[in-house]
């Protein structure tokens, strides 16, 4: 009798024991979400230290972010590794991280796939995604494609958007998988449909291409609004094009502008480069402004993009936008050239036709300390001391007939052709010009993908000085071929200026390339 009685005393204490343990646990879930994370701890910790796994991740949770406690990578470790040991598949990524990062305990790639490993088998989404990044970069395991297809795969029917995002790119690479453009796009939607900025630039992509679906320019634009308006720079970047060019859209200077500037001022490169060009042009809507130009163009070589170092140089040295200074522009230009981008190198040798040997020893010292402190973005060699080149139509002989670029109005910006002879003629003191005169002649319309915006903005790139001193050379009196969207467009530039002692004329050679991607 006497036991009896014991055994019930037992369960009633326990039984109270278990509810006063609930509602201490729920106390603290309360006080969590109000932010009192003091309380929270309060409740918790017994619970931690009587074993409860929930608590323990929480508590580890608490020292990882520094709610309520000193932010202690160790203790969240230590708490991590106690609920994870009890199968708390949360604690199991979470100590994975911790060991992907080295926080808290030694980082130990094998010993976090262990543990990933073990969340991902239980079904946990976050830690199918990790193990299937391991695998895809090959980070303590041989690289395998197909592993990691298969855990990115069982992440994404879980519906993670990261999952799909990664499962469509490898559908589009064949990666572990055979090349298969229609899958690649159906797993990119389902990623975009959740609003992964990221696999709507894609689906834009995917649609501008004409991959896996129809080419369609509305579609296009469509993914990349909804991607630019999350804060999507690229996307940004391409929708301004977008509505720049008209396509997909209706053409809008002041859209294109908005969109262009966004990226810009998010640090995207290619949107800084157009932001200088629209200014130093003073195009879609714009007064010309060269110390606008030259601020964005700025930004832009201070990522290391080779043309607009070359264009900075440019400035320098015909004083566009800042004092004449030929030290910068040695400087800028060298850059480039160093860095493989050829007309740098002829600019620079421009620039040090009229500069002292001492200016050109500090111009030398400039670009040396600058890539010096940007060798992630440069090629560490000595800047080649080269004789300049004196006379220019030496020089244009040497030029080649056709230049990389975007839209064709970018190409006008940085052909060498223009750039070389405009830094030639500033340098030698010529700023006599009144204004150069770009005339388009379109001689095999093509509206459907030439609007004419398109063709009355061309008119407005002006005001380079163009002045070479003899007969142009027999390629540039040819007419040159511009294939668009698989059209081809026939365009004759004539590139006029009006000198007081009469007129030059250069038939100039350029090559529209689309938009890398």
């Known amino acids: 009798m006497i036991i009896i009685r014991l055994v019930v005393l037992i369960l009633l204490l326990s039984t109270q024991l278990l509810a006063c343990s609930e509602r201490d646990w729920d106390e603290g879930v309360e006080a969590y979400k109000r932010g009192d994370y003091v309380v929270a701890l309060v409740k918790w910790r017994p619970l931690a230290e009587q074993g409860r796994n929930n608590a323990q991740y929480w508590l580890g949770q608490m020292y990882y972010k520094g709610h309520g406690v000193s932010q202690d990578d160790k203790e969240a470790a230590k708490w991590y590794r106690k609920a994870a040991e009890q199968g708390h598949p949360y604690a199991q990524d979470r100590l994975g991280i911790m060991y992907t990062d080295g926080r808290g305990v030694p980082q130990d790639i094998k010993e976090a796939i262990k543990w990933f490993r073990k969340t991902a088998q239980q079904g946990y989404v976050p830690a199918q995604y990790n193990l299937g990044s391991l695998y895809y970069n090959g980070q303590g395991v041989a690289q395998d494609y197909k592993e990691a297809m298969k855990w990115f795969r069982k992440a994404a029917e879980q519906g993670s958007d990261k999952a799909q995002y990664r499962l469509a790119a490898m ?13 690649a796009v159906n797993w990119c939607r389902k990623a975009a449909e959740q609003g992964h900025v990221g696999a709507q630039v894609q689906m834009g992509f995917f649609y501008s291409k004409g991959e896996g679906v129809p080419q369609d320019y509305k579609e296009t634009a469509k993914w990349y609004h909804k991607a630019a308006e999350q804060g999507g720079d690229e996307a940004q970047y391409r929708l301004g094009v977008m509505y720049a060019q008209g396509q997909g859209v209706t053409q809008d200077n002041k859209e294109a502008v908005k969109w262009c500037r966004k990226a810009a001022e998010q640090g995207h490169v290619g949107a800084q480069k157009r932001m200088g060009a629209m200014f130093y042009y003073g195009s879609y809507d714009l007064a010309q402004d060269y110390k606008e130009a030259m601020m964005w163009y700025r930004k832009a070589a201070e990522q290391g993009d080779t043309e607009a170092q070359n264009i900075l140089g440019i ?37 040090a036709s009229q500069m002292t040997p001492v200016q050109i020893a500090d111009a030398q010292r400039l670009a040396r300390e600058w890539m010096e402190r940007h060798p992630y973005l440069t090629k560490l060699e000595a800047a080649p001391n080269q004789a300049p080149t004196q006379d220019v139509a030496q020089a244009l002989d040497q030029l080649p007939d056709r230049v990389p670029g975007g839209t064709l109005a970018d190409v006008i910006l940085q052909r060498d052709i223009i750039n070389h002879i405009a830094l030639w003629n500033a340098f030698n003191g010529n700023k006599g010009f009144q204004g150069a005169v770009l005339n388009t002649r379109m001689l095999t319309p093509s509206p459907e993908h030439i609007s004419e915006k398109s063709r009355e903005s061309l008119e407005t790139y002006t005001n380079i000085a163009v002045k070479h001193g003899q007969e142009p050379p027999e390629w540039a009196r040819e007419e040159w071929m511009i294939d668009r969207n698989g059209i081809n467009v026939y365009y004759e530039i004539i590139l006029i200026e009006s000198y007081t002692g009469g007129m030059d004329i250069l038939m100039g050679r350029v090559q529209e390339v689309p938009f890398s991607d």
Do not use: P
């Not at 572990?176 to 899958?183: C, L, R, S």
């Not at 200074?325 to 850059?335: E, F, K, L, P, R």
């Open 171 to 183: 559908y589009a690479q064949g990666q572990g998988v055979t090349q298969d453009n229609k899958e």
């Open 315 to 351: 400035m320098y040295g015909s004083g566009f936008g800042v004092q004449q200074d030929y030290v910068q522009a040695y400087m800028w230009c060298s850059i480039a050239g160093e860095n493989g981008y050829e007309s740098g190198s002829r600019n620079r040798d421009l620039a």
